[in-house]
């Protein structure tokens, strides 16, 4: 079972400098985060801004595909990232946030095994926790959408097993977008067995597919999908974790909010004939925007260096 986070930057900086100097292994302690009681959740975030928000709240995120596709590409969720970008953005992260769990989505791998191997050893270089790796084939979807097209279990599998033999450390869950309910099954057990760290049964429909899942892969952990809008029910943290879910990702709560607020800024501005609003104490201003981002400059996450005897 998995940790429950407090949530809090704060406890998160605990051991940055330590993480920055290398002696911490991050897949490892997400790993064991994931053996402890509770749900771990991984907050999905689409740029360093939203990391930035979401960094403040949780100890654990997760790059979305479906938001980084929106925020990097202005483009649907179809099979436009390109892996450069997601290595790039994550080696951002990693700096911006030395002692956060990175859960970072693979899509597929970006099509071809040895492309899916070299992807994951450079997130695993970088500093990345683990990675989400599907069973779709192209063009692919986003998991709780209609019109997936999976790979044939022994491809995916294979290229399961390339991944597993690639990474040194890396947390590897594997994903399956099955629809068909004996195949879900057929599947999950089938990923269970292979050396995957956790199991994803991505757009689950009902608490008690959640129970035949769970059923079916043993004492793997379990990955659960919350998106607004999406297939899955909307559960608490407690609900999932009584129903024996590990790992809880929230692919889109940040992207859909920022969606939300700058769509009503606007239409505010243009109804106000330009005019700003008002500043209030719970509002936004340079000063609270600064504040937020300077926390990511990567001289701030280091101790100081020890007094000198006589200075």
């Known amino acids: 079972m998995t940790a429950s986070f407090s949530g809090q930057r704060s406890s998160a900086r605990v051991g940055a400098t330590s993480v920055l100097e290398g002696t911490v292994n991050h897949p490892n302690r997400l790993r ?10 991984l907050i999905g975030v689409f740029d360093m801004f939203s990391a930035s928000v979401a960094a403040q709240h949780y ?7 479906f938001g980084f596709a929106a925020s990097h590409y202005g483009l649907p969720d179809i099979g436009f990232i390109a892996w450069p970008d997601i290595v790039a953005f994550v ?17 597929d791998g970006y099509v071809d095994p040895e492309t899916a191997c070299h992807t994951v050893q450079h997130l695993e270089a970088i500093g990345a926790s683990g990675v989400i790796l599907e069973d779709q084939k192209r ?17 995916y599998l294979e290229k399961l097993e390339l991944v597993l033999s690639a990474r040194r450390d890396l947390v590897v869950v594997a994903r399956t977008d099955a629809t068909e309910e004996d195949e879900i099954l057929r599947r999950a057990e089938a990923l269970a067995a292979s050396d995957a760290d956790v199991i994803l049964v991505d757009g689950v429909r009902s608490v008690e597919w959640i129970r035949k899942v769970r059923g079916v892969i043993g004492s793997k952990p379990l990955l659960f999908n919350q998106i607004a809008g999406g ?27 920022a969606q939300s607020a700058m769509d009503e800024a606007l239409r505010r501005l243009k109804e106000d004939d330009g005019r700003l609003p008002e500043t209030t104490p719970s509002s936004v201003g340079v000063a609270e925007c600064l504040a937020l981002l300077e926390k ?3 001289r701030h996450h280091r101790a100081p260096a020890p007094a000198v005897a006589g200075n």
């Open 59 to 65: 100890d654990g995120m997760f790059v979305s595909g």
């Open 296 to 298: 990511n400059i990567s």
């Open 139 to 155: 063009p692919r979807r986003c998991g709780h959408v209609d019109g997936k097209q999976i790979l044939p279990l022994t491809e």
């Open 91 to 107: 080696q951002r992260m990693r700096l911006a946030f030395p002692a956060h769990h990175l859960l970072v989505d693979i899509d």
């Open 32 to 41: 064991a985060a994931i053996a402890e009681n509770g749900t771990t959740p």
């Open 231 to 257: 297939k899955s029910p909307r559960l608490s943290r407690s609900e999932l974790t009584e129903l024996g879910v590990d790992v809880a990702i929230y692919s889109t709560p940040c992207l859909f909010a």
